[in-house]
């Protein structure tokens, strides 16, 4: 069984940086997509930035140049590096993992609540 475990989510200020982490049991990083996803208040759940198996990254346009997913293999974490955090960047992150046996995408399960003040 597939079990993704959030941390990272606090309240910053605008300019900001942060390090969402996801830490994996139960899948491989190998053969799995991993990725990002957030829901803002009365927003509809969109995708972040995902990262292949074989280091393939990609992101949204708003994450462009500001965030910056990865996986550290020896510890089955995939991160989450936000920098130059905007009040809009005010969502719960959610990890995702997909792969041949598993399909966890989109905002639900435990999430971290990231807060970004002006």
């Known amino acids: 069984e597939v079990h993704l475990v959030v941390s990272g989510g606090d309240s910053v200020q605008a300019g900001g940086s942060l390090r969402l982490s996801c830490t994996a049991s139960g899948l491989t990083f190998d053969d799995t997509d991993m990725g990002w996803y957030r829901q803002a208040p009365g927003n509809e759940c969109e995708l972040v930035a995902g990262i292949s198996g074989d280091d393939f990254t990609s992101y949204a346009d708003f994450a462009k140049g500001r965030f910056t997913i990865s996986l550290d293999n020896h510890k089955n974490t995939v991160y989450l590096q936000m920098s130059s955090l905007k009040p809009e960047d005010t969502a719960v992150y959610y990890c995702?993992?997909?792969?041949?046996?598993?399909?966890?995408?989109?905002?639900w399960g435990q999430g971290t609540r990231v807060t970004v003040s002006s």
């Open positions: 995702a993992a997909e792969s041949d046996v598993t399909v966890l995408v989109g905002c």
